[in-house]
């Protein structure tokens, strides 16, 4: 089994940047398909954007897109979020998470079996 820890996330203000960061543990992550989740406040867990095994096919959020990079480098292990031009509106709890359909950049969460505890960024207006 792989562990998901994430961190990077805090307060921004609007215009900022943040990078998030997802360090694994316990499997290689070349294992796997990753993605970035999440959750504002009484909405429910939406997808970010996933990259493959390899980081050769990536997908973005619509509302995310142009904004944030989603990015990975096997030999760290780790997983990137790069973050900016934030809005209020990215205010959330952001989870990374894990799926063994490593070919793929699936967005259906009830696909990824491996999440993290979840960072939470703030960005004021």
């Known amino acids: 089994q792989v562990q998901l820890v994430e961190s990077g996330g805090g307060l921004v203000q609007a215009g900022g940047s943040l990078r998030l960061s997802c360090a694994a543990s316990?499997?290689?992550?070349?294992?796997?398909?990753m993605a970035w989740f999440r959750q504002a406040p009484g909405k429910e867990r939406e997808f970010v954007a996933p990259?493959?095994?390899?980081?050769?096919?990536?997908d973005h959020a619509d509302s995310v897109k142009g904004r944030f990079t989603i990015s990975r480098d096997n030999a760290k292990n780790t997983v990137y979020l790069q973050m900016s031009s934030l809005k209020p509106e990215d205010t959330a709890v952001y989870y990374c998470?894990?799926?063994?359909?490593?070919?793929?950049?699936?967005?259906?969460?009830?696909?990824?079996?491996?999440w993290g505890q979840g960072t939470q960024v703030t960005v004021s207006s």
């Open positions: 990259i493959n095994w390899s980081g050769g096919s990536t």
């Open positions: 998470a894990a799926a063994t359909l490593k070919f793929s950049t699936p967005i259906n969460q009830g696909l990824y079996g491996y």
């Open positions: 316990g499997r290689a992550i070349s294992a796997y398909a």
